[in-house]
Nanobody, 127 residues
Framework: DVQLVESGGGSLRAGTSLTLTCVTS????????MGWFRQVPGKQREKVAL???????HYSQSVKGRFTISKDNAKNTLYLEMNALKPEDTAKYYC??????????????????????WGQGTQVTVS
């Protein structure tokens, strides 16, 4: 079975840093699109950061310059390094994989429907 398991969430003060981790299993990472999304209660889940087979990255405007997405294929792990956190970053963060799209980040979907596999989410609260 394909599994994505996030960890690293927590409660912290504005201005601090946190790194989220997503460990994947059950499939071979051949460079398909992966991403981090987040959701607050009552709102739609939104894209945060994407990474493609070219290792190029794409960020939402609200996190650009503060967050960094990266992958370690040897460890089957996706990361999201978050710096200069703001209260508006408070959300449940999910990692996702689109195993049907292997290509540059420009091919990666920007929304939920394009991603077949999701983790259970990890809560980040910034005050």
């Amino acid at each position: 079975d394909v599994q994505l398991v996030e960890s690293g969430g927590g409660s912290l003060r504005a201005g601090t840093s946190l790194t989220l981790t997503c460990v994947t299993s059950g499939y071979t990472d051949d460079g398909h699109c992966m991403g981090w999304f987040r959701q607050v209660p009552g709102k739609q889940r939104e894209k945060v950061a994407l990474i493609g087979s070219d290792r190029a990255t794409h960020y939402s405007q609200s996190v650009k310059g503060r967050f960094t997405i990266s992958k370690d294929n040897a460890k089957n792990t996706l990361y999201l390094e978050m710096n200069a956190l703001k209260p508006e970053d408070t959300a449940k963060y999910y990692c996702a994989a689109d195993v049907g799209t292997t290509g540059p980040v420009s091919w990666c979907g920007l929304g939920d429907p394009q991603y077949q596999y999701w983790g259970q989410g990890t809560q980040v609260t910034v005050s």
